[in-house]
């Protein structure tokens, strides 16, 4: 179940607090246009908040604010029903999670960005791959009885190292300034953000 809360850095569409690219250049859109195309509103942001677990009614809410199409009949099922699998399966049939290899296919964000789409684990390690290894370790007991979901399990317990990946990630909040991958280290000390 999806109980946490959406972190401040994306509630203020915080951009230049992520170092990930596909996700500092989507929240910069929005931030400064109100609207992203269909395909990174699921494939980046969707997915960043289904892999992290937070609340689907305050990751609704956040898309009815910052979109300049935020209305009731797009967001409901676009986000609760496709976006988050909040409903049960009712809108869609499986989880819309992907890693990173899944967005590098599908976009051109992850050549110039500084993680590696197929590395889990390490300084270099993608949030989206990582994130999405640690969705479905999470949710494996409710989704083993969706047989779309089959494969990609089977493919999460071969991983020699879904321990270690599960592992990085609880070290990680999300939060900027805990030096989780995917962010930007502010150094107080200088007034400098480092990259991480």
Known sequence: MAKAPLPQWFSELDADAVAARCLHDVLADVRDHGWVHRVPRLMVLGNYALQRGWQPPAVADW????FVDGYDWVMIAYVIGMSQHADGGSMATKPYAAGGAYIDRMSDYC????YRPRIRVGGDA???????????????????????????????RRLRDL??????????????????????????????????
């Open 63 to 66: 898309f009815h604010r910052c």
């Open 126 to 156: 993608c949030p989206f791959t990582a994130g999405y290894w640690v969705f479905l370790h999470r949710n494996r007991d409710r989704l083993a009885a969706n047989h779309r979901m089959a494969q990609p399990l089977a493919g999460m």
């Open 111 to 114: 050549g110039q960005c500084r």
């Open 163 to 196: 321990d270690e990946v599960v592992a990085q990630q609880r070290r990680h909040s999300g939060d900027p300034r805990d030096r989780s991958f995917g962010f930007v280290a502010r150094a107080a000390h200088r007034g400098t953000d480092v990259r991480v």
